[in-house]
């Protein structure tokens, strides 16, 4: 439990989740919470400290989110996802993970996601679960039910307003502003229009002193798009001679884009290795050229290389030999453009059940050198669901005479197999006993079907002998 | 043909190149091995640097999967990084690699539908360092082809165009005229028969519907061994029985 002074009071400013079972809550007076619980464990708080630590995890999520972060204190972190949330997939798996995180490092967070911070800010603190995401356009429904305390209102004035009744920010929302607004003063409106998303909210984001960056102020405000492609150049550039001094190449960029009225915009991009190439560095910013909205004119761009990995000198080539194109460049615009898991490479993997075979890698990673074995016959079209097909067969072993998929029936002119599959009884246990028996089909036309049974045949402990399409064989 | 007309046709074959703004003699070309393929095949094989459409016939129009196989089996013999755009994950990665294409050339790209696929496949063929670069989509436009075609001239790579159609009925498509350099159709047919019950080497009826500067011609071959050559059937080698006559050739 955490203790500090408030004037000349000592007043409890946190309890852990023992003492907050016991009722002891942040607010109460120290001497009314040691009376009630005679040995409790006290640390003077330190709110120097705190802010440190929480500037600590803003740096940390401006490494692992988004460029745009800044403290909310004095327990909370703003993002500023717009732009950045593709690249971990999608909102859901980065609030996912970003609680998840948290949590591995002993910290409870709670991650809302929303239009404004004024609603994020409030549906973090008051919604009892961990992750609460409203689609855009949906803030008004959403803050509509929280307490007034979610308004980010002081104490004193959170109680003066639930003495006159109000409960809710649509109580709050519905009563006439002038009024409120001659008796609370103006904060209560802006605070209220900044939830709403009818007043803008100043964004201080974090910076790394550490991070290599390079900044350029426009002495007249830029906007045409040319313009902007030459000064992300320019910056590439500066910034790409301080990597090379540091012997740092960039994994990942931000660039910052701080316009006239005050908007901040940013953009990430991500390369599959690291990488050091002007060339390469600016398409990848200039593909996203279209995401930017210059408003009245952009007065700073900044650009910094959050994510960094060491990268010596390479030799560019040799006498005599014709120079190899290096496709990182290519697989890293396309990546950007349609998710760094859209993109993939095949890698065997020692499973005799088909969808088990196959695991997929990054584009770059380094070749296994492995492969398949090529004993069986192997289709090159597998579904992702295996889909039933009626058949006639006979029992125990052998292949349908015929069979009826997608409406059409077909007969079995030529078979091979069964090729048995046994479940992997080490990954669950409902495959303990389950048997596939794989066949390949032809039918009178040359199509080549793979089907399978489920079951043995004789045990029916193995499979329900249900047929299945899998594949087709070309 | 005389020696004076071969000397004319191929001053005539270069100012044609000449026109096209490409280096007379610069035309490379990856033959099938099978003389009675390369025969009909301008320089003699599939020609590099350049965009080839290949669709199945029948069912094969929907799932391609023979198209999928006639295509690895050319790339699993040519030097370098592959790229492969497709729609949603159907391909069967170790079906692939039995003709030839090792997993750790290929980079699998899901684009998620046809207009990403074009994008995808244009700039990778701009982009160079590629041995070949493939794309499953349904419609292919005469200027899409051309953009394709000319990024393919320009930097040497091998594009490739699987056409998937959603029902057998739409593949009429296929005979719209795209600009690339050549248009395969590849049917399943019956296995090599065996002399105990079991499915032989598949086989293939494979039409060359159009080919720029060269005939159309029709074959029916053994699909790719696990190097990715196709084979003329023992069969049909000696001439012992006579070739399927011009099958499905109207629609062309």
Same mark, same amino acid.
């Given at each position: 439990?955490?203790?500090?002074?408030?004037?000349?009071?000592?007043?409890?400013?946190?309890?852990?989740?023992?003492?907050?079972?016991?009722?002891?809550?942040?607010?109460?007076?120290?001497?009314?919470?040691?009376?009630?619980?005679?040995?409790?464990?006290?640390?003077?708080?330190?709110?120097?400290?705190?802010?440190?630590?929480?500037?600590?995890?803003?740096?940390?999520?401006?490494?692992?989110?988004?460029?745009?972060?800044?403290?909310?204190?004095?327990?909370?972190?703003?993002?500023?996802?717009?732009?950045?949330?593709?690249?971990?997939?999608?909102?859901?798996? +980065?609030?996912?993970? =970003? $609680?998840? &995180?948290?949590? %591995?490092? /002993? *910290?409870? @967070? !709670?991650?809302?996601?929303?239009?404004?911070?004024?609603?994020?800010?409030?549906?973090?603190?008051?919604?009892?679960?961990?992750?609460?995401?409203?689609?855009?356009?949906?803030?008004?429904?959403?803050?509509?039910?929280?307490?007034?305390?979610?308004?980010?209102?002081?104490?004193?004035?959170?109680?003066?307003?639930?003495?006159?009744?109000?409960?809710?920010?649509?109580?709050?929302?519905?009563?006439?502003?002038?009024?409120?607004?001659?008796?609370?003063?103006?904060?209560?409106?802006?605070?209220?229009?900044?939830?709403?998303?009818?007043?803008?909210?100043?964004?201080?984001?974090?910076?790394?002193?550490?991070?290599?960056?390079?900044?350029?102020?426009?002495?007249?405000?830029?906007?045409?798009?040319?313009?902007?492609?030459?000064?992300?150049?320019? +910056?590439?550039?500066? =910034? $790409?001679? &301080?990597?090379? %001094?540091? /012997? *740092?190449? @960039? !994994?990942?960029?931000?660039?910052?884009?701080?316009?006239?009225?005050?908007?901040?915009?940013?953009?990430?991009?991500?390369?599959?290795?690291?990488?050091?190439?002007?060339?390469?560095?600016?398409?990848?910013?200039?593909?996203?050229?279209?995401?930017?909205?210059?408003?009245?004119?952009?007065?700073?761009?900044?650009?910094?290389?959050?994510?960094?990995?060491?990268?010596?000198?390479?030799?560019?080539?040799?006498?005599?030999?014709?120079?190899?194109?290096?496709?990182?460049?290519?697989?890293?615009?396309?990546?950007?453009?349609?998710?760094?898991?859209?993109?993939?490479?095949?890698?065997?993997?020692?499973?005799?059940?088909?969808?088990?075979?196959?695991?997929?890698?990054?584009?770059?990673?380094?070749?296994?050198?492995?492969?398949?074995?090529?004993?069986?016959?192997?289709?090159?079209?597998?579904?992702?669901?295996?889909?039933?097909?009626?058949?006639?067969?006979?029992?125990?072993?052998?292949?349908?005479?015929?069979?009826?998929?997608?409406?059409?029936?077909?007969?079995?002119?030529?078979?091979?197999?069964?090729?048995?599959?046994?479940?992997?009884?080490?990954?669950?246990?409902?495959?303990?006993?389950?048997?596939?028996?794989?066949?390949?089909?032809?039918?009178?036309?040359?199509?080549?079907?793979?089907?399978?049974?489920?079951?043995?045949?004789?045990?029916?402990?193995?499979?329900?002998?249900?047929?299945?399409?899998?594949?087709?064989?070309? | 043909?005389?020696?004076?007309?071969?000397?004319?046709?191929?001053?005539?074959?270069?100012?044609?190149?000449?026109?096209?703004?490409?280096?007379?003699?610069?035309?490379?070309?990856?033959?099938?091995?099978?003389?009675?393929?390369?025969?009909?095949?301008?320089?003699?094989?599939?020609?590099?640097?350049?965009?080839?459409?290949?669709?199945?016939?029948?069912?094969?129009?929907?799932?391609?999967?023979?198209?999928?196989?006639?295509?690895?089996?050319?790339?699993?013999?040519?030097?370098?990084?592959?790229?492969?755009?497709?729609?949603?994950?159907?391909?069967?990665?170790?079906?692939?690699?039995?003709?030839?294409?090792?997993?750790?050339?290929?980079?699998?790209?899901?684009?998620?539908?046809?207009?990403?696929?074009?994008?995808?496949?244009?700039?990778?063929?701009?982009?160079?360092?590629?041995?070949?670069?493939?794309?499953?989509?349904?419609?292919?436009?005469?200027?899409?082809?051309?953009?394709?075609?000319?990024?393919?001239?320009?930097?040497?790579?091998?594009?490739?165009?699987?056409?998937?159609?959603?029902?057998?009925?739409?593949?009429?498509?296929?005979?719209?005229?795209?600009?690339?350099?050549?248009?395969?159709?590849?049917?399943?047919?019956?296995?090599?028969?065996?002399?105990?019950?079991?499915?032989?080497?598949?086989?293939?009826?494979?039409?060359?519907?159009?080919?720029?500067?060269?005939?159309?011609?029709?074959?029916?071959?053994?699909?790719?061994?696990?190097?990715?050559?196709?084979?003329?059937?023992?069969?049909?080698?000696?001439?012992?029985?006579?070739?399927?006559?011009?099958?499905?050739?109207?629609?062309?």
């Amino acid at each position: 439990m955490l203790a500090a002074l408030d004037g000349a009071r000592r007043l409890v400013t946190a309890a852990d989740h023992a003492a907050q079972t016991l009722g002891l809550a942040p607010g109460l007076p120290l001497a009314q919470a040691q009376a009630r619980v005679p040995d409790l464990h006290i640390e003077a708080a330190d709110p120097v400290a705190d802010l440190a630590a929480l500037e600590r995890l803003g740096l940390w999520a401006v490494r692992r989110y988004c460029p745009l972060v800044a403290v909310d204190p004095p327990d909370g972190l703003l993002l500023d996802i717009a732009g950045a949330a593709h690249l971990m997939g999608s909102e859901q798996v +980065l609030a996912e993970d =970003l $609680v998840q &995180r948290s949590r %591995a490092s /002993g *910290l409870s @967070a !709670r991650v809302a996601i929303a239009d404004t911070i004024g609603a994020a800010h409030g549906l973090a603190r008051f919604m009892g679960w961990p992750v609460t995401i409203v689609p855009p356009g949906g803030t008004r429904a959403a803050v509509a039910p929280l307490p007034i305390a979610a308004l980010r209102l002081d104490a004193a004035l959170v109680d003066r307003l639930r003495r006159l009744g109000f409960d809710t920010i649509a109580e709050l929302e519905a009563t006439p502003r002038a009024p409120l607004a001659l008796r609370f003063g103006a904060l209560v409106g802006r605070r209220l229009d900044q939830a709403h998303g009818r007043l803008a909210e100043p964004f201080e984001p974090l910076t790394d002193p550490i991070l290599i960056d390079a900044r350029r102020a426009f002495a007249e405000p830029i906007a045409a798009a040319e313009t902007i492609t030459r000064y992300i150049g320019k +910056l590439v550039t500066a =910034l $790409v001679e &301080r990597l090379e %001094a540091a /012997g *740092l190449g @960039a !994994r990942r960029l931000d660039l910052v884009i701080h316009r006239v009225d005050g908007g901040l915009q940013a953009i990430r991009v991500g390369t599959a290795a690291p990488a050091r190439d002007v060339r390469r560095l600016t398409r990848l910013l200039v593909d996203k050229i279209e995401t930017i909205d210059p408003g009245f004119g952009i007065e700073l761009m900044s650009l910094t290389a959050s994510l960094t990995e060491p990268l010596g000198a390479q030799q560019v080539g040799t006498l005599g030999e014709p120079p190899v194109t290096d496709i990182a460049g290519l697989v890293d615009a396309l990546g950007n453009r349609f998710g760094p898991d859209k993109l993939y490479r095949a890698v065997a993997v020692q499973s005799d059940l088909p969808e088990r075979a196959v695991r997929h890698v990054s584009a770059l990673a380094p070749p296994s050198g492995e492969t398949w074995p090529q004993r069986w016959p192997r289709p090159s079209r597998l579904f992702a669901k295996p889909e039933p097909v009626e058949t006639l067969a006979l029992l125990p072993d052998q292949p349908p005479v015929q069979f009826t998929w997608r409406g059409v029936r077909r007969r079995v002119k030529r078979a091979d197999g069964p090729e048995r599959v046994f479940g992997e009884w080490w990954r669950r246990d409902a495959e303990r006993a389950a048997v596939r028996d794989y066949f390949m089909v032809e039918d009178e036309a040359g199509e080549r079907f793979w089907l399978f049974r489920s079951g043995d045949g004789e045990d029916p402990a193995t499979g329900d002998l249900t047929w299945y399409l899998h594949g087709i064989f070309g | 043909m005389g020696q004076a007309q071969e000397i004319a046709l191929a001053d005539l074959r270069a100012q044609i190149a000449r026109l096209e703004g490409r280096p007379h003699g610069s035309a490379q070309a990856l033959p099938f091995a099978v003389s009675a393929v390369d025969r009909r095949l301008p320089h003699g094989g599939l020609a590099l640097g350049g965009l080839h459409e290949v669709a199945g016939g029948s069912l094969g129009a929907v799932h391609g999967a023979a198209a999928a196989l006639f295509t690895a089996g050319i790339l699993a013999r040519l030097q370098g990084p592959v790229l492969w755009c497709v729609r949603a994950r159907d391909l069967f990665e170790p079906g692939l690699a039995a003709v030839g294409l090792h997993p750790d050339r290929v980079i699998y790209v899901e684009a998620g539908n046809d207009k990403n696929i074009l994008l995808c496949l244009e700039e990778s063929l701009r982009h160079g360092g590629l041995a070949g670069v493939v794309g499953e989509v349904s419609l292919l436009t005469m200027t899409a082809s051309r953009r394709l075609q000319l990024a393919a001239e320009a930097s040497g790579v091998t594009g490739f165009v699987i056409r998937r159609w959603r029902n057998p009925a739409a593949a009429a498509d296929f005979g719209q005229p795209t600009a690339a350099t050549t248009r395969w159709r590849v049917t399943a047919l019956p296995s090599t028969p065996l002399p105990v019950a079991g499915v032989g080497r598949p086989r293939w009826f494979v039409e060359l519907i159009r080919s720029r500067a060269g005939e159309c011609a029709d074959w029916e071959l053994e699909a790719c061994d696990a190097q990715g050559f196709v084979a003329l059937p023992a069969d049909l080698a000696d001439g012992s029985l006579a070739p399927a006559a011009g099958r499905g050739r109207a629609v062309a």
